[in-house]
T-cell receptor, first 114, second 114 residues
């Protein structure tokens, strides 16, 4: 079956521009997660959705970052007024809600801010 | 609250020798535990998971891990390293029963020498 997909796979943008990153989770997965991975670093948790609501936004690094999820499916992560330090790979994952279920990761979007 | 410690940021072994990647966790409740692998420029792939069944868990590619509650450990092992095992490995803890947050360790980079 289809896995988690993300688009675009690569995005180069100029400093100050806004970008939107998209995630399509596995069908039926109610939980969706966004992470950021900088070069050679571990995963930095950004935000978690349960259905369309986001009970945990604690990882968003600044108010320039926002995310939404509609129809319990597709999610978009928006970064406004991008800065060079936003350059990273943005990973999306989905899972079933109940305990014991693992996350399935998408291939990521590599964002480069010039 | 959960936390994960991966004691070694980098492990180097010779091909054909055993692999040991260490992971210790803290959790207030019965955790689920996972190991993920990330090959260079690739997505995250689940190696194995522990969800309160057998304490010795077998995963893909000959890896296994043992859950030791008394030691709060979930170390990853493989009897004989292969060149293709060179990658970044992440230990992850998730608390059961609506514990939506997956907490990632900082990762261990495994190098395999010929």
């Amino acid at each position: 079956g289809a896995g988690v997909s993300q688009s675009p796979s690569n995005k180069v943008t100029e400093k100050g521009k806004d970008v939107e990153l998209r995630c399509d989770p596995i069908s039926g997965h109610t939980a969706l997660y966004w992470y950021r991975q900088s070069l050679g670093q571990g995963l930095e948790f950004l935000i978690y959705f349960q259905g369309n609501s986001a009970p945990d936004k604690s990882g968003l690094p600044s108010d320039r970052f926002s995310a939404e999820r509609t129809g319990g499916s597709v999610s978009t992560l928006t970064i406004q007024r991008t800065q060079q330090e936003d350059s990273a790979v943005y990973l999306c994952a989905s899972s079933r809600t109940s305990g014991g279920h693992e996350q399935y990761f998408g291939p990521g979007t590599r964002l480069t801010v010039t | 609250a959960q936390s994960v410690t991966q004691l070694d940021s980098h492990v180097s072994v010779s091909e054909g020798t055993p692999v040991l990647l260490r992971c210790n966790y803290s959790s207030s409740y019965s955790p689920s535990l996972f190991w993920y692998v990330q090959h260079p420029n690739k997505g995250l792939q689940l190696l194995l998971k522990y969800t309160s069944a057998a304490t010795l868990v077998k995963g893909i590619n000959g890896f296994e891990a043992e859950f030791k509650k008394s030691e709060t450990s979930f170390h990853l092992t493989k009897p004989s390293a292969h060149m293709s095992d060179a990658a970044e490995y992440f230990c992850v803890v998730r608390e059961d029963n609506y514990g939506q947050n997956f907490v990632f360790g900082p990762g261990t980079r495994l190098s395999v020498l010929p």
